[in-house]
T-cell receptor, first 114, second 115 residues
Framework: GAGVSQSPSNKVTEKGKDVELRCDPISGHTALYWYRQSLGQGLEFLIYFQGNSAPDKSGLPSDRFSAERTGGSVSTLTIQRTQQEDSAVYLC????????????FGPGTRLTVT | AQSVAQPEDQVNVAEGNPLTVKCTYSVSGNPYLFWYVQYPNRGLQFLLKYITGDNLVKGSYGFEAEFNKSQTSFHLKKPSALVSDSALYFCAVRVPNNAGNMLTFGGGTRLMVKP
């Protein structure tokens, strides 16, 4: 079946602009995660959605970052007033639940802030 | 707080030889442990996991890992390496019922298998 998809695959933006990154999880998966992969920081957790519960935003690095998940499916990660340190690969993952389930990752969006 | 350490940035092995990629963890509570592999310009692919039960876990592509509670380790192994195994490997941990349910990843180990 279809895996996790993300768009765009690459995004180049100017410093100070806002960007939106999209994630389509595997159908039926209730849990959705955003991670960031960068050279200096490795893989970092950003935010987590589980069903209709309030998201866990504990990993968001600043208030310029936000995310929403509409209808329990598609998620959008928004970065406002982008900075050069935001340049990274943003990975989305989904899983059928939480306890013991592995997460399935999308191919990522490579964000470059110039 | 939970953490994962992968002490080797890179592991080099000749094709046909056994390989080991090391992982140690620090958590309060019983961990769920995972290995993922990342090929160039691709997302992470799940290899195997330890939740409970047998300490030796078998996964995709002939990989296995052994959970060692006393040494807090979860090393990834394969009896005979292939050139196509060359990739970036990540160990990850989750504590069940923790507030976030997120994975905490190690820094990654690049595996280079030479013909």
């Amino acid at each position: 079946g279809a895996g996790v998809s993300q768009s765009p695959s690459n995004k180049v933006t100017e410093k100070g602009k806002d960007v939106e990154l999209r994630c389509d999880p595997i159908s039926g998966h209730t849990a959705l995660y955003w991670y960031r992969q960068s050279l200096g920081q490795g893989l970092e957790f950003l935010i987590y959605f589980q069903g209709n519960s309030a998201p866990d935003k504990s990993g968001l690095p600043s208030d310029r970052f936000s995310a929403e998940r509409t209808g329990g499916s598609v998620s959008t990660l928004t970065i406002q007033r982008t900075q050069q340190e935001d340049s990274a690969v943003y990975l989305c993952a989904s899983s059928p639940g939480t306890s013991g389930y592995e997460q399935y990752f999308g191919p990522g969006t490579r964000l470059t802030v110039t | 707080a939970q953490s994962v350490a992968q002490p080797e940035d890179q592991v080099n092995v000749a094709e046909g030889n056994p390989l080991t990629v090391k992982c140690t963890y620090s958590v309060s509570g019983n961990p769920y442990l995972f290995w993922y592999v990342q090929y160039p310009n691709r997302g992470l692919q799940f290899l195997l996991k330890y939740i409970t039960g047998d300490n030796l876990v078998k996964g995709s592509y002939g990989f296995e890992a052994e959970f060692n509670k006393s040494q807090t380790s979860f090393h990834l192994k394969k009896p005979s390496a292939l050139v196509s195994d060359s990739a970036l490997y990540f160990c990850a941990v989750r504590v069940p019922n923790n507030a976030g349910n997120m994975l905490t990843f190690g820094g990654g180990t690049r595996l280079m298998v030479k013909p």
